[in-house]
């Protein structure tokens, strides 16, 4: 693949692991390759209380990345306190102008993110810029097609907000798409905001269903109604060994979380119960989480 540098405002890409030290190198190895040194994006790996070497293998990569002309942050909490706080960590202490979250797991597609933020500063404030994910295998390497597609409401049907939350509602699973660049001002004041409402309640962790729960949430509250979508998918390997999305348990936990949250937007779009706060939906969840 071809090195890419990307002309525009800085980026900071947010990288949250967990007992992920095998997946640490291969990150380092897509961003030597595909991005060039002295890039204006930063990457931020956050360690979400690891139990095995990924602390090493994240100080390990930074060094690495520094000294060659990259821009890299180690950032890490004591204890795993889940994927979403981590995320929120990271926006913390990222300092570009957008953010964008990439899964420990899955190769890093420096094309997508550009063609991202072309589409972000192009379009309405109100769209949500996404793109669809293609699944990949583990090992997987660029000679090597991806396997196939994940199917999304939006995704595939292109269709009106409402109907990907119908169908959210509908499947107990997130229908819309997260991958994409924010505007980091906005996606802080919006962890900040959530994770207020989630003490309130008595919940004290998302584990795999931020990126559902997140963006279903900012539709609730009015910033994004409409969907534009890239050419370039988001790489997924979705059955990579230890990947929070492949744990069901954890996976189980978020639903009731992403209902509610679901309930909330679907009722803000129709301007009914507009008296109810988000944490009023969650109230009753904490005391099962």
């Not at 094309?111 to 793109?131: G, Q």
């Not at 509908?170 to 229908?175: D, N, P």
């Amino acid at each position: 693949m071809v090195m890419s540098t990307i002309t525009c405002p800085d980026i900071s890409i947010v990288i949250p692991a967990y007992n992920a030290q095998h997946h640490i190198v291969d990150r380092l190895g897509d961003i030597m390759r595909t991005i060039r040194p002295g890039s204006n994006i930063e990457f931020l790996f956050v360690n979400d209380g690891s139990t095995d070497k990924t602390i090493i293998a994240i100080m390990t990569a930074v060094a690495a990345l520094n000294k060659t002309g990259y821009s890299a942050i180690h950032l890490g909490t004591d204890e795993n306190r889940g994927t979403f706080e981590a995320e929120r960590l990271g926006i913390e202490r990222a300092t570009g102008e957008y953010v964008f979250f990439q899964d420990v797991d899955d190769p890093i597609n420096i094309n997508l993110i550009k063609e991202l933020y072309d589409l972000r500063i192009a379009m309405p404030s109100n769209f949500h810029v996404t793109c669809p994910t293609r699944l990949i295998k583990p090992g997987w390497t660029e000679d090597q097609p991806p396997s196939g597609w994940i199917l999304n409401v939006w995704h595939s049907l292109k269709g009106p907000v409402i109907s990907a939350l119908k169908s959210q509602q509908r499947r107990g699973l997130g229908a819309i798409s997260r991958r994409s660049l924010f505007e980091r001002h906005i996606i802080g004041e919006v962890y900040d905001s959530l994770a207020r409402e989630l003490i309130e309640a008595g919940i004290d962790r998302i584990n795999s269903m931020q990126d559902a729960i997140t963006i279903t949430y900012m539709i609730g509250l009015g910033i994004f109604d409409s969907i534009v979508e890239t050419a370039e998918p988001y790489l997924y390997t979705y059955q990579a060994t230890g990947a929070v999305s492949s744990n069901w348990t954890q996976r189980d936990h978020d639903k009731p979380i992403l209902m509610a949250t679901t309930d909330f937007a679907i009722d803000r779009i129709h301007g009914a119960n507009s008296e109810r706060r988000y944490a009023d939906y969650l109230q009753g969840i904490g005391e099962g989480t």
